[in-house]
């Protein structure tokens, strides 16, 4: 009946805009996760360099990251549009109002966003934007694929032409942008760390609401699913997922 | 002179023939006529709707913000049908003749089987809109027994039938609405019919927010305004359920009949002060299982008013389990009318309880113990939350308290057959006529009624009398519209002018008291004959002390509160003058000189089998009694027994 | 009981309002709370001044009149109860009441607390019905509908159109109201024909009347004096989506 910009402009349609952004980042938030554990190896950043190069220039995972951008325009904008609409639903605010039956991160869900999208900002202009145009350091791996010991060397940007990694004698060499050392050198700042503890908080009452209201948005409410919904949306996405992100700048800050 | 207009033949063939023999508007005219319905509750709602479809023009107005909020909607128990779905030996005959049975015989046989015919589509009717009536598993209607019927013929929903009913006309309305057929006003209420030449032309209106009156013009007006309970002031109808449109038509023109019959249902749940604004009403269902008693002795009843001792303190043999003791064969399930009297009679004698003595107990321990709580809460759960809620009390634990009170007015508007009164063009449908349940409504069929006349009847009915008077518009600059508008506005202007010490509210309550007393569960000549002169004096006294603030021209609910409760004063001195002229006992209408020795009601067939339709004579005259005889070629009349 | 009562007043829908204060006492436990109203109103009126104007009529709780904000929260404190049935015993003596209308751009005030929620008729003209006539329809049991369908279809029916899940909505949005009664006609067979065409058409009016989104709070589900579930939301977002995206609503010629 009605053409597509009808059915989004609908609050239906606005609020299944941003069920589906919504739903889109929770699953690169697993990715982005699993990802980022190389953090954690001990290896002087060699796997989470390589991880980091394997991001940026596979095509496939290229055209999902901008749709990802993406998400998170649109997801920050229908919310501004849908925060204007719903305050002009009530010119007249209550001289006092219970929030009996809600849980508080639902009805906080802008200023939780908001706290999040500025932690993005500053996410991607320290790490992102430095690692694609920036100034970030370079550094070698040299591995004995008999004895598996590397030797990591930092180089300077005339060593660097481009990213390689191709195996001479046993010895398996890779040249790379040092994006470790960056996360390293980082979350040495007590502020940064502490900033984004809070924002990993903020992204767990984001989630332990939006979760399961993007099934709900969809419909989707089977009494049988429902309870898995509801745990994987506290347990996974407002709990592991939250902590292991935390986990990162404290273990760079204590270590 | 007053033509009931039922049609020749036999019984069962009368509303066929009569179908046949009414007149027909030409489909192409139709949209010429502009009906005015008044009232969009049950009857209301579904005789818009219906004649919408037809093609005619309809104006509907409520008072409500919404049609949806039409007292209809609190109807608990259920609506009768003959469809015999359950094998149990129903009919359309059984129905038409439990129904005049029940109605004490004060009933038009021609109406009440028309009634019983039609029931059986209304329950299609409602199904096809989607109304979610209860269903069995396999997934068919589910029926129940109501109010000591024999057979299950009772289809309701959980305990909103009314409401479910209601919003199905409603979407039948509304439907009508957003095809442009009907033209819905809201918070409007109706101040006085305007008729030209004798017959009905319009309305006048007054908007409940702006308070302009306005004239609305029309071939056909139709009243579904429901009943006047409320002359009680403490009844189950709605805060704004009143007389007023009824009233001011039958100033017009249109008989009143049988004012003095008023429903008095046994199981309320009691006044608990004078703070109290209305009465709740529980499912007489109740009685099934529960059982009525109050202690034996005055002293005993003394110590629980004063709360010394607890129910649960009475021992078995100092209580007295008044209508078993009375009524071996039926018991605690006598009719509504035999229940409530009994139970007045025994809070009469001092033997009522609660803090002020007039409730009577309703217990459930029996049941509880025989059933165990978890059925019993199954079966009545709801009420006894409804209880609980109300009265802080726990009916598990105590018996409830129960007091009869105003429910249902069976009297109203006299019809003809056509459902139309004696003015020719004004019609009254549903709880604001009189026509079908006589002297005594049975229980789930004030439903059937409202919807059969809007559904089933008043959509053939109304277009004999359009094809006689013809499409030509109603000439809206007719001076009796101006007249009309000028009447209703000075009469405005005196309630404004009220500037006494009394509330109109205070008013209010002393009629109610006033009706309650004399003209209530019993009445007598005596009593009679002082509470005419009683409300006569209210009436004058209203007129000079009453208070009313504000303006015309804002929602001003002193105002309307005003208009009804003077239209009240003057229906209750109606009431009044209807249960003296009536020497006999029928159905609610029981006069304490006509009883049998046991006590019981006693109907004089020979002088009164007739309904008495009162003629406004000018104000403050005495109103001129018209007879119309009742002829029952079906049925033998019988005295009810239920010992 | 002694209580004080902030009480919104409000001359029209043009006037500006403001809360004005009341002392009542003699408040009995077994008052309802409109009848604790009742008895401040005809105080006033013995003063010759303007008594509160609320909307109220049938007190048993199911025509949906009744309609305060009571203490922030729509008919008051007690669970699955409207303001008519709330009694007083739910209060303390010495409390402060705060009284105030229900507030969104779709229900504007009437006077004091009463509002105007014709809104949520014109939704229903929109398509909240089943297009048939009077007459002419099958026998009530040709159609047998699963027992699970009809009492669900009758969970939603329950609705008594009070406007509480609007007044509770920290956006004011309509959607368990318009919720409840796709519902009902979603469920059962009658109203499969018109099915999606209605979804779409009272969503439509939703969104005309300048209702607010639906955000997933569930405050509504909480307030609703009638205990309509926010499952009625979902179904709702289904039978929208499915009209919008999977129906087609052309004959192919």
Redesign the interface.
């Known amino acids: 009946?009605?053409n597509f910009s009808n059915?989004f402009s609908?609050?239906?349609?606005?609020?299944?805009i941003m069920c589906l952004t919504g739903l889109f980042l929770c699953s690169f938030l697993i990715v982005h996760l699993t990802g980022n554990l190389s953090l954690f190896k001990n290896d002087e950043g060699l796997a989470f360099n390589q991880y980091a190069h394997f991001m940026t220039n596979f095509t496939p995972i290229k055209v999902v990251s901008y749709l990802l951008y993406s998400s998170i325009i649109i997801h920050s904008v229908f919310a501004l549009f849908?925060t204007i609409?719903?305050k002009?639903?009530?010119?007249?605010?209550?001289?006092?109002?219970?929030?009996?039956?809600?849980?508080w991160s639902?009805?906080n869900?802008g200023v939780l966003g908001t706290i999040l999208l500025l932690f993005i900002v500053s996410h991607m202009s320290s790490f992102w934007y430095e690692y694609h145009w920036g100034e970030t350091p370079y550094v070698k791996y040299e591995t004995d694929l008999n004895t598996g010991k590397t030797i990591t060397t930092e180089i300077s940007a005339s060593d660097y032409i481009e990213y390689v990694s191709y195996v001479n004698n046993g010895i398996e060499i890779t040249k790379s942008k040092n994006l470790y050392k960056e996360v390293a050198t980082e979350f040495k700042e007590w502020y940064l760390v502490a900033f984004y503890v809070l924002a990993m908080l903020a992204m767990s009452f984001h989630l332990v609401?939006g979760f399961q209201?993007a099934f709900?948005?969809?419909?989707?409410?089977h009494s049988k699913y429902k309870p898995l919904i509801n745990f994987i949306g506290v347990w996974v996405f407002s709990i592991l997922i939250p902590i292991g992100f935390a986990a990162m700048p404290l273990y760079f800050f204590f270590k | 002179m007053l033509n009931s207009k039922i049609p020749a033949g036999s019984l069962a063939e009368k509303w066929s023939k009569h179908k046949f023999d009414l007149k027909l508007v030409n489909p192409a005219n139709k949209r010429k006529y502009d009906i005015i319905v008044v009232g969009t509750g049950l009857a209301g709602a579904s005789a818009a709707a219906s004649l919408a479809e037809l093609g005619y023009n309809v104006k509907a107005f409520c008072f409500h913000d919404s049609p949806r909020r039409a007292h209809s909607i609190a109807a608990q128990g259920g609506i009768n049908a003959a469809k015999n779905y359950r094998n149990d030996g129903d009919s359309v005959y059984r129905l038409f003749y439990d129904t005049i049975k029940g109605g004490d015989y004060r009933a038009r046989e021609a109406n009440v089987y028309r009634l019983a015919e039609v029931s059986v589509n209304i329950i299609d009717q409602c199904v096809a809109q989607g109304v979610p009536f209860a269903r069995e598993y396999g997934g068919l209607l589910d029926n129940r027994s109501f109010g000591g019927a024999q057979v299950s013929r009772t289809f309701y929903a959980r305990g909103q039938t009314g409401q479910q009913l209601l919003l199905g006309a409603y979407s039948a309305l509304n439907r009508q609405i957003n095809l442009g057929t009907v033209k819905m006003y809201t918070r409007s209420e109706m101040l006085d019919l305007v008729t030209i030449d004798g017959q009905a032309k319009g309305i006048v209106t007054r908007n409940l927010i702006t308070g302009d009156i306005d004239t609305h013009s029309a071939h056909a007006v139709l009243l579904c305004t429901g009943g006047y309970g409320n002359v009680f002031y403490l009844s189950t109808n709605a805060m704004y359920s009143n007389v007023t449109a009824a009233w001011r038509a039958h100033k017009r023109g249109a008989f009143m009949a049988n004012p003095c019959y008023t429903q008095i249902h046994p199981t309320c749940i009691p006044v608990s002060g004078d703070h109290q604004s209305k009465l709740t009403l529980m499912s007489e269902s109740l009685r099934n299982d529960g059982r009525v008693w109050v202690p034996k002795t005055v002293e005993t009843a003394e110590k629980i008013r004063k709360g010394e001792i607890k129910a649960k303190d009475i021992a078995e043999a100092d209580r007295d389990y008044f209508l078993e003791r009375k009524y071996p064969s039926f018991g605690n399930l006598v009719p509504r009318d035999v229940a409530s009297r009994n139970a007045k009679i025994a809070c009469d004698e001092g033997r009522g309880v609660g803090k002020s003595g007039l409730a009577v107990y309703l217990d459930f321990a029996d049941s509880i113990k025989r059933l165990g709580q978890p059925a019993v809460a199954a079966k009545y759960g709801n009420l006894f939350d409804m209880y609980a809620q109300i009265t802080d009390e726990n009916p598990y634990e105590s018996p409830m308290r129960i007091y009869p009170a105003v429910h249902y007015t069976m009297g109203g508007l006299w019809v003809d057959y056509n459902l139309m009164t004696t003015v020719p063009g004004l019609y009254a449908l549903g709880e604001a006529n009189f026509s079908d349940h006589g002297a005594n409504r049975l229980g789930a069929s004030a439903l059937m009624q409202g919807l059969a006349d809007g559904y089933f009847v008043i959509p053939y009915t109304v277009g004999d009398y359009l094809a006689t008077i013809g499409p030509a518009p109603v000439d809206a600059n007719h001076p009796a519209f101006a007249e009309t508008k000028k009447a209703v506005q000075n009469q405005i202007d005196k309630f404004l002018a009220l500037k006494g010490t009394k509330t109109v509210d205070e008013y209010h309550r002393d009629l109610g008291k006033l009706i309650w007393e004399y003209c209530g569960m019993s009445r007598n000549a005596v009593d009679l004959v002082k509470a005419k002169q009683l409300v006569q004096a209210l009436k004058v006294d209203f007129w000079k002390n009453a208070i009313v603030v504000g303006a015309n021209e804002e929602v001003n609910q002193c105002l309307e509160k005003a208009g009804r409760v003077a239209d009240f004063i003057e229906l209750g001195e109606l009431m009044i003058d209807d249960a003296l002229d009536r020497n006999e006992s029928c159905g609610g209408h029981f006069r304490e000189e006509y009883q049998t020795p046991e006590g019981e009601a006693l109907r004089n067939d020979d002088d009164y089998t007739y309904v008495a339709a009162w003629e406004f004579m000018g104000e403050n005259m005495p109103e001129k009694l018209n007879k119309e005889q009742l002829i029952f070629e079906n049925v033998k009349l019988t005295q009810r027994s239920y010992k | 009981m002694n209580l004080t009562l902030k009480v919104w007043r409000q001359k029209n829908r043009k006037a500006s309002g403001k809360f004005v204060t009341y002392k009542t006492d003699d408040v009995s436990p077994d008052m309802s709370f409109l009848e604790m109203l009742d008895v401040v109103n005809e105080g006033l009126v013995k003063k010759q001044e303007e008594p509160i104007q609320f909307d109220h009529d049938c007190r048993e709780g199911i025509c949906g009149s009744c309609a305060l904000m009571i203490n922030g929260q729509p008919h008051g404190p007690k669970k699955a109860t409207t303001t008519c049935q709330l009694h007083m015993r739910s209060f303390n003596t010495g409390d402060t009441i705060v009284i105030e209308p229900w507030r969104s751009v779709a229900f504007p005030v009437v006077k004091d607390l009463a509002v105007d929620r014709s809104s949520l008729d014109r939704i229903q003209h929109a398509g909240g019905y089943v297009s048939v006539g009077t007459g002419g329809v099958p026998d009530a049991n040709e159609i047998a509908i699963p027992k699970v369908i009809a009492d669900e279809a009758f969970n939603s029916a329950t609705c008594i159109q009070c406007g509480a899940c609007v007044a509770a909505c920290k956006n004011a949005s309509a959607m368990l109201f318009v919720s409840a009664k796709v519902s009902q006609y979603a469920l059962l067979p009658q109203g499969q024909t018109e099915r999606y065409e209605r979804a779409q058409a009272m969503v439509l009016q939703m969104d005309e009347e300048g209702f607010g989104g639906c955000t997933n709070t569930y405050q509504c589900e909480a307030e609703c004096p009638k205990e309509i579930k926010v499952t009625n939301i979902a179904r709702m977002n289904r039978e929208y989506f499915n009209a919008e995206f999977l129906q087609d609503k052309k004959a192919h010629v």
């Open positions: 009946m009605s059915t609908s609050t239906l349609g606005k609020k299944l849908i609409q719903n002009k639903a009530r010119p007249v605010a209550y001289a006092q109002k219970s929030g009996n039956g809600s849980i639902s009805r869900m609401h209201s709900q948005t969809l419909g989707w409410d």
